[in-house]
């Protein structure tokens, strides 16, 4: 994105945010609550429109991408309970829609797809169950398999480890792992890097509404950087220990 602004009843929250992100690339956004992380994804994705500024999606003017099956997004919260229930094999196999078309009934490879998403998230003996009767980690998995199952080059997550149980987040961890040996892009807003830290090549902090550090991750709580080494922007909000969590 360049220059992207964003502003919501007059009042900007991305002022003017430009970012690049490279094949094979493990980006993580971090910033405190409110500070502009989720419209930052949002409008890279053409969920919220820009007030200014571009956006391209694999060099392509966002109004004219179609290529959405090269990426898979995971929004921040689960939609609160649409009261339709479905199992968790269901859900997953929605992200093979934008592959197979809403008209054509599930190939061999759809199934297939959904069944190895949902064995990389670790779920893979739940494909039957109501998603209502998993928890909350476990909801956070399946909406991550229905991204991986469209077999996206490039991922979005938006906070998929916050108030998830620890098994999940190594489970998460675990497959963002697999999804990046085989040469896949990431791009995920957190709160708490967490099991994540050792995955992320990039560390981009916003506040309000703009970047105000882009490279090397922060260190953890308690750490120093080494003179000389790279260290993050010394704002306070940077160095607030649920930013950079204890991991
Ligand atoms: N749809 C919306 N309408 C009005 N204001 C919004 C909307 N979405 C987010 N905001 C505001 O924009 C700012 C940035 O929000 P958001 O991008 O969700 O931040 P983050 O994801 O970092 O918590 C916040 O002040 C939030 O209240
Ligand atoms: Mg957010």
């Given at each position: 994105m360049d220059r992207a602004v964003v502003a919501y009843d007059g009042r900007p929250v991305l002022d003017g945010v430009s970012l690049r992100?490279?094949?094979?690339?493990?980006?993580?956004?971090l910033g405190a609550n409110g500070s502009g992380k989720s419209t930052l994804v949002k409008s890279a994705l053409g969920l919220v429109p820009l007030a200014k500024g571009e956006v391209r999606l694999f060099g392509t003017p966002l109004r004219r991408f179609r290529s959405w099956h090269r990426l898979g997004y995971v929004p921040?919260?689960?939609?609160?309970?649409s009261g339709v229930p479905a199992t968790v094999g269901e859900v997953v196999a929605e992200g093979r829609l934008a592959r197979r078309g809403f008209l054509r009934f599930p190939s061999g490879a759809d199934?297939?797809?959904?069944?190895?998403?949902?064995?990389?998230?670790?779920?893979?003996?739940?494909?039957?169950e109501p998603v209502s009767v998993l928890s909350g980690g476990q909801q956070q998995r399946v909406l991550i398999a229905r991204a991986l199952a469209g077999a996206?080059?490039?991922?979005?997550?938006?906070?998929?480890?916050?108030?998830?149980?620890?098994?999940s987040q190594e489970a998460f961890a675990a497959c963002l792992h697999h999804f990046v040996e085989q040469g896949g892009t990431v791009v995920f807003v957190a709160h708490e890097l967490g099991p994540l830290r050792p995955l992320i090549t990039r560390a981009v902090v916003v506040h309000?509404?703009?970047?105000?550090?882009?490279?090397?991750?922060?260190?953890?709580?308690?750490?120093?950087?080494e003179p000389g080494h790279d260290h993050v922007h010394p704002h306070a909000s940077v160095e607030a220990p649920g930013l950079l969590g204890s991991a």
């Open positions: 992100v490279d094949p094979a690339e493990v980006v993580a956004i921040q919260r689960v939609g609160a309970g199934k297939r797809a959904v069944e190895e998403a949902l064995t990389a998230v670790g779920l893979a003996d739940r494909a039957r996206p080059e490039l991922l979005v997550l938006d906070e998929p480890t916050a108030g998830v149980d620890a098994a309000h509404g703009e970047i105000i550090h882009d490279g090397a991750p922060p260190e953890p709580a308690g750490h120093h950087a």
